[in-house]
């Protein structure tokens, strides 16, 4: 459950070298990943990425948050999206892969618990980046408990450790 690449937020992504290495469509986690839980503003400068990686790539939400927010933030990003998504269950990773080639899609998130593990249980490359901020509902501080254990885990055995940021994306 490492992800294959850990950056700061999404404006780190080095996109330019996932759109060299033949990725074609990029799956957003909506909350504390583009915008931070209950708002409903989306940032300038979020607007501006979205609206040239719509150049180079196939832009997605995927999200678990219910329809209504999903669309409305996808409206106005101008992107397709997947809502109550129910990362990690496989069900919704698997009409995506009936979609799309496996290898062109990267998954980006900020949750250990849905986002990386939902990608990696369906064979899926997937960037981790940090919340954007620390406020969350109560079910997100359950999934954060878990990650926390996780991510002790992982620094034990020097398999992932915060704030040091890395891309290991490859093609397959
Ligand atoms: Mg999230």
Redo the contacts with the bound molecule.
């Keep these: 459950m490492i992800p294959d690449a850990y950056y700061k937020n999404i404006f780190a992504i080095d996109y330019k070298r996932l759109k060299e290495l033949g990725i074609k469509n990029l799956f957003f986690?909506?909350?504390?990943?583009v915008i931070p839980?209950f708002e409903k503003e989306i940032s300038k400068e979020t607007k501006s990425l979205f609206n040239n990686l719509k150049n180079d790539f196939c832009v997605f939400l995927f999200?678990?948050s219910r329809k209504k927010r999903v669309y409305s933030i996808a409206n106005e990003l101008g992107v397709d999206s997947y809502y109550s998504s129910m990362k990690p269950l496989k069900r919704n990773y698997k009409k995506i892969m009936n979609m799309f080639k496996k290898n062109e899609c990267v998954f980006i998130?900020?949750?250990f618990m849905?986002?990386v593990l939902g990608a990696k249980r369906n064979g899926l490359k997937v960037i981790f980046v940090n919340?954007l901020k620390d406020k969350e509902p109560i079910t997100?501080k359950f999934w954060r408990i878990l990650e926390k254990h996780y991510l002790k885990k992982y620094k034990k055995y020097g398999l992932f450790n915060i704030d040091e940021f890395y891309d290991r994306i490859k093609t397959i």
Aim: a negative charge; aromatic letters at 6%; hydrophobic letters at 5%.
């Design positions: 986690d909506i909350d504390n990943t839980y999200s678990n998130g900020d949750q849905t986002d919340k997100t």
